[in-house]
């Protein structure tokens, strides 16, 4: 069974970043598998320009920061392989692959999760109709696969998300009827509302979607206004003729992985739900296991690349290529690369990330 | 609908074209590209009926995360569409 | 969630809430003896009465004589618990013990055997290649053994209803409460203390499966009970039957008889497809006191159910989880049952072995009648604590 010094589940922005990091600090065998034929993660559907400084890669598109970041992996010798699911974490740090039919395992010293997450829905009558997608599918339905699954789309949920997968959306050439959101402010940055307000769509906030009606495929959507409790106002229904409903309302860690492994696990609901413990160094309560992403909590891409760096430093300390000095030195670099992201508005971050760090303390794995 | 045109993505690169095949009727699609866009460009929405209610289902997640979008390929069921490319003579069904 | 206060003082305290705390908490209840508190220290059905592998069955070969009447009184009551428990618990009949050619005599001995002791209802020899005709999606040896009762149930939705009825009808199930001790004065159980509080109480009962022995410690008994893993695999819903009985053992594994001497891990070829269409696949057998699922265990399973059910391949059918538990293995193969000498009050129920589903409630009624007219001893001799050591 062939042992890897560092194995790196998931191919994105965070894992990417881990692998980087450790090779840079140089551990010798490294991994990454991802399940699909092209490394990136989400960043492969980003064709909107990323903020923040040089270090998150600032004034790019996501499309190209997912290929330079490739490339930096290939060119440090980051063994990687596509098209391969991990399907399985072993005792033993044994980790299970499937890949072109056959199923096989190896051995690393060091694990690092980021598996990214799923896309919420939300459970209204019609809910399940062919039309009704995730802001995410859609977004990779026209910008990686170049097809639009449909003209007139409701979009439902106004963080950034919603506001920059709409404003794709009008790029690709279909119509966005309105944008509605349960609460009462627009959950976006004011420079992604304004890029579609411009283009008249509105934003209907403290709307919530009642019903989705059609036979085989979406025809109408039914919005309601809700009052400050979130109660649906009784007469205040709109209805809205589109052949698409696209829901972002957030995501929810992927951390099926992390809970096989015994990991013990917090339910914090401002990053998203159930999500393992972490370390300031993203380690688990699973010794030589690492998490980083947004399957370790969501954020975004940008505190991705940051934390799977994190990671990555870490596990390069933990097998001996960095000293402790050193490696404390450029995780602080790191993490001042957070700040930008958990701060003002995104301050509850900070707060709920603390939570995740405080509950690791004196817990071991679960599975015994 | 295909977009040809996008002014991020610029205009459609020429494509191989091959011919697959659902429930009687040749499609053409690109090679490389996933079945369920394929199909999504023919304006084809209802992928299968659910076992219970023979209720509609379609595209959801897109990535090959939610198996929304299950079809039979080839014979096999429960395929999942958006992440399994289409190739020259493929057969697709709607699975019940 | 507020806790609900502990009650202080009660006649029977059951310790450990699957298929076993969960019955005698029923039987108890329906005999009018409601002055009952349940305490698990998870939630019902946490451990293996939730995890396993859905037999309604007892051990055939070797015969057990001292089993059967447990396993009679279940077989007698499952037909009726769904509706009496008010949920579908999916008893499925019938249960195959396949048999090889050169185990068909000893096959015919121990049918022969169960008919003399008064239990031949519903077992009978198969003719040669008729358990061909029963499964035809399977490739088994050719000759069988029907017990037309046996077969499978759905465990966890089983004892879940069990315990859920047993509150309905007043008695005080207590979940997420662990017991930390208990306490003895003058050869009598008094009272166990739990991370909640103390509750008093006439008898105590130990029904904690493969932690019988952590219970046994806090009253200075040795209980000789270890554990076996055993690993499951769980298909995809299917719209086709490919498993046509209840349950289907191979002859191999009744041999075996949990026998862990050899220290490695076995893989057996048992089968079962549940009401909604799942296949299980079992089962590996190992020695083992954690619950990691291992892929040496998934691959040994999946390559042999291919071999059984070769249609599995043809139709690609997908592996949706796979699961651990763990047995509670006695020296003897028999349950532990009834009174401890010495200690009054203390009442064992564990040490099931692989059979706790299927027998685990005909125990129960034969404890809560003990406990109803206050006997002495357990009425099945082999079955009682004393032939292990007595209480000092």
């Known amino acids: 069974m062939e042992t890897y010094e560092f194995a790196v589940v998931g191919g994105g922005p965070a894992g990417m970043s881990g692998a980087i990091e450790a090779a840079k600090a140089g551990v010798q065998k490294?991994?990454?598998?991802?399940?699909?034929?092209?490394?990136?993660?989400?960043?492969?559907?980003?064709?909107?320009?990323?903020?923040?400084?040089?270090?998150?890669?600032?004034?790019?598109?996501?499309?190209?920061?997912?290929?330079?970041?490739?490339?930096?992996?290939?060119?440090?010798?980051?063994?990687?392989?596509?098209?391969?699911?991990?399907?399985?974490?072993?005792?033993?740090?044994?980790?299970?692959?499937?890949?072109?039919?056959?199923?096989?395992?190896?051995?690393?010293?060091?694990?690092?999760?980021?598996?990214?997450?799923?896309?919420?829905?939300?459970?209204?009558?019609?809910?399940?109709?062919?039309?009704?997608?995730?802001?995410?599918?859609?977004?990779?339905?026209?910008?990686?696969?170049?097809?639009?699954?449909?003209?007139?789309?409701?979009?439902?949920?106004?963080?950034?998300?919603?506001?920059?997968?709409?404003?794709?959306?009008?790029?690709?050439?279909?119509?966005?009827?309105?944008?509605?959101?349960?609460?009462?402010?627009?959950?976006?940055?004011?420079?992604?509302?304004?890029?579609?307000?411009?283009?008249?769509?509105?934003?209907?906030?403290?709307?919530?979607?009642?019903?989705?009606?059609?036979?085989?495929?979406?025809?109408?959507?039914?919005?309601?206004?809700?009052?400050?409790?979130?109660?649906?106002?009784?007469?205040?229904?709109?209805?809205?003729?589109?052949?698409?409903?696209?829901?972002?309302?957030?995501?929810?860690?992927?951390?099926e992985l992390a809970w096989m492994c015994g990991c013990k696990f917090l339910y914090v609901p401002e990053l998203g739900g159930w999500m393992p413990c972490r370390s300031e160094k993203m380690e688990t309560s699973v010794p030589g296991i690492y998490v980083a992403g947004d399957g370790g909590g969501i954020e975004e891409a940008s505190t991705a690349m940051m934390t799977g760096a994190i990671a990555g430093i870490a596990v390069a300390e933990s097998l001996g290529y960095l000293t402790k000095e050193r490696s404390e030195e450029l995780r602080k670099e790191k993490t001042k690369g957070l700040d930008p992201f958990r701060c003002k508005d995104f301050g509850f971050r900070r707060v709920a990330n603390e939570k995740l760090i405080e509950n690791i303390i004196g817990s071991k794995g679960v599975r015994e | 609908m295909r977009i040809l045109e996008h002014p991020i993505l610029g205009k459609m690169p020429p494509r191989k074209v091959v011919k697959i095949e659902m429930e009687g009727r040749v499609l053409e699609a690109f090679e490389g590209e996933p079945i369920a866009a394929a199909l999504t460009a023919h304006g084809i929405c209802v992928f299968r009926y659910t076992r219970v209610r023979k209720e509609p289902r379609g595209i959801s997640c897109a990535i090959g995360q939610c198996t929304d979008c299950v079809m039979v390929v080839n014979g096999i069921p429960n395929t999942r569409t958006c992440v399994t490319r289409v190739e020259d003579g493929m057969k697709i069904q709607r699975q019940e | 969630m507020l806790k609900e206060e502990l009650k202080r003082r009660t006649e029977v305290v059951i310790i450990g809430g699957g298929i076993a705390g969960c019955s005698l908490a029923y039987c108890l209840a329906k005999r009018g003896i409601t002055d009952v508190v349940l305490v698990e220290r998870k939630e019902l059905a946490s451990e293996s009465s939730g995890a396993n592998f859905a037999s309604v069955m007892c051990t055939m070969i070797p015969l057990r004589p001292a089993l059967l009447p447990l396993y009679s009184r279940s077989l007698d009551a499952f037909p009726k618990l769904s509706e009496e428990l008010g949920r579908d618990i999916g008893y499925k009949t019938p249960r195959l013990n396949a048999l090889t050619e050169e185990a068909y005599e000893a096959g015919e001995k121990y049918v022969k055997q169960f008919e003399e002791l008064g239990f031949g209802n519903g077992f009978r020899m198969l003719a040669k290649n008729e358990i061909n005709g029963m499964e035809p999606n399977m490739v088994l040896a050719p000759h069988g053994i029907l017990d037309l009762r046996g077969g499978q149930v759905?465990?966890?939705?089983?004892?879940?209803?069990?315990?859920?009825?047993?509150?309905?009808?007043?008695?005080?199930?207590?979940?997420?409460?662990?017991?930390?001790?208990?306490?003895?004065?003058?050869?009598?159980?008094?009272?166990?203390?739990?991370?909640?509080?103390?509750?008093?109480?006439?008898?105590?009962?130990?029904?904690?499966?493969?932690?019988?022995?952590?219970?046994?410690?806090?009253?200075?008994?040795?209980?000789?009970?270890?554990?076996?893993?055993?690993?499951?695999?769980?298909?995809?819903?299917?719209?086709?039957?490919?498993?046509?009985?209840?349950?289907?053992?191979?002859?191999?594994?009744?041999?075996?008889?949990?026998?862990?001497?050899?220290?490695?891990?076995?893989?057996?070829?048992l089968y079962k497809q549940l009401k909604k269409g799942e296949l299980l696949i079992g089962i590996t057998e190992e020695p083992g006191n954690d619950k990691w699922v291992t892929f040496e265990a998934m691959e040994a399973l999946a390559r042999k159910a291919i071999k059984i059910i070769p249609k599995i391949k043809d139709q690609n059918v997908h592996i949706i989880s796979s699961y651990a538990n763990l047995y509670a293995v006695t020296p003897d193969r028999h349950a532990i049952l009834g009174p401890v000498d010495g200690l009054q009050g203390f009442i064992m129920n564990c040490g099931y072995n692989d059979y706790g589903i299927g027998t685990g409630y005909g125990a129960a009624e034969f404890l809560a009648e003990m406990i109803l007219n206050d006997e002495k001893s357990f009425p099945i001799e082999e079955l009682r604590f004393s032939r292990f050591s007595s209480y000092h």
């Open chain 3, 154 to 269: 759905n465990p966890l939705y089983y004892t879940t209803a069990l315990g859920d009825k047993a509150r309905e009808l007043g008695v005080k199930v207590y979940e997420n409460t662990e017991v930390v001790g208990i306490r003895c004065e003058k050869g009598h159980v008094r009272l166990i203390a739990t991370d909640r509080g103390e509750i008093e109480s006439t008898y105590v009962v130990n029904a904690c499966g493969a932690w019988a022995p952590r219970i046994g410690a806090m009253v200075g008994l040795r209980i000789p009970i270890e554990t076996l893993k055993c690993q499951v695999v769980v298909s995809e819903k299917l719209t086709e039957t490919y498993v046509h009985s209840g349950s289907i053992t191979p002859i191999s594994y009744l041999l075996a008889d949990m026998d862990q001497s050899e220290g490695r891990m076995h893989c057996f070829g």
């Open chain 1, 30 to 255: 490294i991994a990454i598998f991802d399940e699909n034929p092209t490394l990136g993660g989400q960043l492969v559907k980003q064709t909107h320009k990323f903020f923040g400084g040089r270090e998150h890669r600032a004034g790019k598109r996501g499309i190209d920061i997912a290929s330079a970041m490739a490339k930096e992996c290939h060119g440090l010798g980051i063994d990687v392989m596509k098209d391969t699911v991990v399907w399985g974490i072993f005792k033993g740090n044994t980790v299970a692959l499937y890949n072109e039919g056959k199923a096989q395992r190896l051995t690393a010293k060091a694990i690092l999760l980021a598996t990214g997450a799923s896309e919420n829905n939300i459970a209204c009558p019609g809910w399940t109709l062919p039309g009704v997608l995730g802001a995410g599918g859609i977004q990779t339905m026209m910008n990686v696969h170049r097809v639009l699954p449909g003209n007139r789309i409701l979009m439902v949920g106004s963080g950034n998300v919603g506001l920059i997968v709409s404003y794709q959306l009008l790029q690709a050439g279909a119509k966005v009827v309105a944008v509605i959101d349960i609460l009462p402010r627009i959950g976006g940055y004011g420079v992604h509302a304004s890029k579609i307000t411009r283009l008249s769509v509105p934003i209907l906030t403290s709307h919530s979607l009642k019903e989705i009606i059609g036979k085989d495929r979406v025809e109408a959507a039914v919005i309601i206004k809700v009052d400050s409790k979130n109660k649906p106002i009784p007469g205040t229904e709109q209805r809205f003729d589109v052949d698409t409903v696209c829901l972002s309302v957030g995501l929810s860690p992927l951390a």
